[in-house]
């Protein structure tokens, strides 16, 4: 094989050195152990004291493949209820019903209308509109790996994804939004509908052979649909994985001020592996200074900490989900970083984790940079094909 030359493609050589070894029961260590340290000998400039220790007393390396990333990939198995094991029949079912509009009880609407494959199944506007025009306190989140979320919606009601597509469903839920100012009180039309076609029929017996046609059903169904949309294969993960040219100096170093505790710390809130600490906390968002504010968690649990306090959402294709918060109140990703930068706003029941941040515009703008690394690559979403 031909070898490169020259103080520049040293590193290199040393890469091919490693990419040429035999597999084998031993050499596969030791071929691991020879890409760990071609990443360490690829490192930029600084990587002797690439490694710092985060608020939680958890120490990483930020170099590409080090051992100490890997708490950062998602799980590859991906969690289901017992009752409602994840099976494709079960997933293409509730494909189908979360973008039919006709398990809807007027058939105007469908769980697609707020969230949007190309958004990152979040809906692109502040605060989400109904069917008839009513407008929504709340953001619509984004749907990506909401399989590993213990809680579900913004004050984390529901407890299973089950529960919060069946809520979907009632009389004064999402689906069935603008049915009083059209009329129609039958609740059970949308799923009547559903029911009496032939095809749906036979793809209920597929997913669900031992259960009837009901909103439970189509709830479980849309449920699998959901814990399949998951995000695990970004640039960020593939560095992690031990590519180095996954992501770049920017974004590495927007990582480092993510995980520091004297920068960023925004690793305090946005946990491994899933960006996420599944808690609540309230933000200082200007929403909450204002008379008559959303009390988010506290609607739910009235223990004083939780009033104004929102779930801590995923980072995960965040990049895809614009506005941000809960209220929709930040049009960015550097709005973001500003608001957390200065502090917050308002400063009553403030997270003790929310304080202003010791962080140049140049660390911001890595920050942001950091965050756009977080999206995996996906093909454009081919919607399905639904049973006439």
Known sequence: MRQLTGAKTERANRQVECA??????????????????????AAPAGAADSSLVTAQGDTFTLVA????????????????????????????????????????VHGYTSCAMC???????????????????????????????????????????????????LSSQSSLGSLNAGAHQLGITEADLGMERIRRNVAYARAF????????????????????????????????DRWVQGDVHAMTARQVNGFR?????????????????????NGFHNLGLRQFGQPDPDVGRFSQRAIP???????????????LTPPYFHDGSANTLWDVVEHYARGGDARANLSPLIRPLAITAEEKADLVSFMKALTTRRDVYATPRLPR
């Open 20 to 41: 040429v070894l035999p597999a084998g029961s031993v050499l596969l260590a030791l071929r691991a152990a020879c890409t760990l340290l071609a990443a360490l000998i």
């Open 65 to 104: 493949g080090h051992p100490s990333l890997k708490r950062w990939l998602m799980p590859r198995e991906i969690p289901a209820p017992a009752d409602n094991a994840t099976t494709p029949e079960r997933i293409k079912l509730g494909e189908m019903l979360f973008f039919d509009a006709r398990l809807s």
């Open 115 to 165: 969230h949007l494959p190309e958004r990152g199944f979040a809906d692109g506007v502040p605060t989400s509109v109904r069917f008839m025009g009513e407008k929504m306190t709340r953001n619509s989140p984004g749907l990506v790996n909401v399989a590993y979320n213990p809680l579900h919606m913004w004050d984390g009601r529901n407890a299973t994804l089950e529960q919060q597509a």
């Open 205 to 236: 017996a597929k997913a669900y052979p031992d259960e009837p046609i009901t909103k439970q059903t189509a709830a479980k169904a849309i449920s699998a649909f959901e814990r399949s949309l998951v995000s695990r294969d970004s640039p960020f």
């Open 257 to 277: 001020i993510f995980l520091d505790p004297s920068k960023g710390n925004c690793v305090a809130c946005h946990a491994a592996p899933n960006f996420t600490d």
């Open 305 to 319: 900490s939780m009033r104004g306090a929102f779930r801590t959402p995923t980072l995960r294709d965040v990049d």
